[in-house]
């Protein structure tokens, strides 16, 4: 009788939109025999096409695999979803990818403690397309023991990005949500940009070249910056609070000349003379941390 190695040991995917076949498809295509499920059967196809069993219900597809991936539109449908296939779930790891609060992350692992679930908290940082490549990172928080025990499996959505961070099931949600802000702030000073040129016929695309040159500078004061944060000093080896705040300046006359939406280069300009009142004028833009810790007005 031949015994499947951790490498190819069976997985369950329930939730088939476009991230979850791409998950299902990964599993599949490093070995593993892959059961999915979703509430329209038809999703299911291609991956059926390719080897996977299309399980009947809901429970039939947690009982299938020691192992079950949930990746859904959000944490009210993963409940609704296993909630009353909890019994199904004990003795198994649940591996959650949908996107949802550190709050809502911690609060579902109290509830698959009482079904005694182990749980494991997931964010994924890719497109559908880069499951399964080098380009895919994935993080995961929750019980240490329950991620070495499937990380084998795991690595099949991206080997080199499998990334476990804590026993705190909140911290990959929190990690996520601070990305995104990352992810929403170099966009949205994109758009602005892209907008300024525009009113001189500069196409967004010309742009793109030296807007991701800028971005990929402004790496370097992440890092240093993040060394002033932790120590809590901000000295200025650059500019200060108060010279990025003369720049903030000239580009809300810009955008007012221009007859361009001035909300953000506002909100920088209000942030910095807060900081500015606060004693920070002299300091390095680092010191901004100061603000963003604080609740808003």
């Known amino acids: 009788m031949s015994t499947l190695s951790a490498s190819q040991s069976p997985v369950t995917v329930v939730g088939l939109g476009l991230m979850g076949q791409a998950l299902a498809a990964a599993f599949l295509a490093n070995g593993h025999p892959t059961t999915v499920w979703n509430r329209s059967a038809a999703k299911a196809d291609a991956l059926v096409a ?4 299309l399980a009947d219900s809901i429970r039939s597809a947690v009982e299938a695999s020691p192992l079950v991936v949930v990746c859904v539109s959000d944490y009210d449908a993963v409940h609704e979803l296993l909630d009353p296939v909890g019994a ?7 591996v959650n990818l ?4 550190s709050t809502q992350a911690r609060e579902t692992a109290e509830w698959a403690t009482k079904i005694d679930s182990a749980y494991l908290d997931g964010a994924i940082l890719a497109l559908p397309q880069a499951i399964g490549t080098a380009d895919a990172t994935l993080l995961y928080s929750g019980p240490k023991a329950a991620f070495e025990e499937h990380q084998a499996a795991l690595q099949a959505l991206g080997e080199t990005g499998t990334v476990y961070l804590d026993e705190d099931h909140g911290l990959s949600a929190l990690y996520d949500m601070s990305i995104l802000s990352i992810m929403w702030g170099v966009l949205n000073g994109f758009m602005q940009g892209a907008a300024l040129l525009g009113t001189a016929n500069v196409k967004a695309t010309t742009f793109a070249t030296l807007a991701n040159t800028a971005i990929n500078v402004t790496t370097d004061y992440v890092s240093a910056f993040a060394q002033q944060i932790d120590e809590g000093r901000y000295p200025a080896t650059d500019a200060t609070v108060a010279i990025h705040m003369g720049g903030m300046e000239h580009l809300v006359q810009e955008t007012v000349a221009l007859g361009v939406n001035t909300e953000l280069p506002n909100l920088f300009l209000d942030l910095a003379r807060r900081a500015a009142a606060d004693g920070h004028a002299n300091d390095s833009y680092a010191a901004m941390i100061e603000q963003f810790r604080k609740p808003s007005i």
């Not at 390719?50 to 069993?53: R, V």
């Not at 199904?88 to 649940?94: F, H, K, N, P």
């Open 50 to 53: 390719d080897g996977a069993t």
């Open 98 to 101: 949908t996107t949802a609060s």
């Open 88 to 94: 199904s779930l004990a003795g198994r790891t649940l």
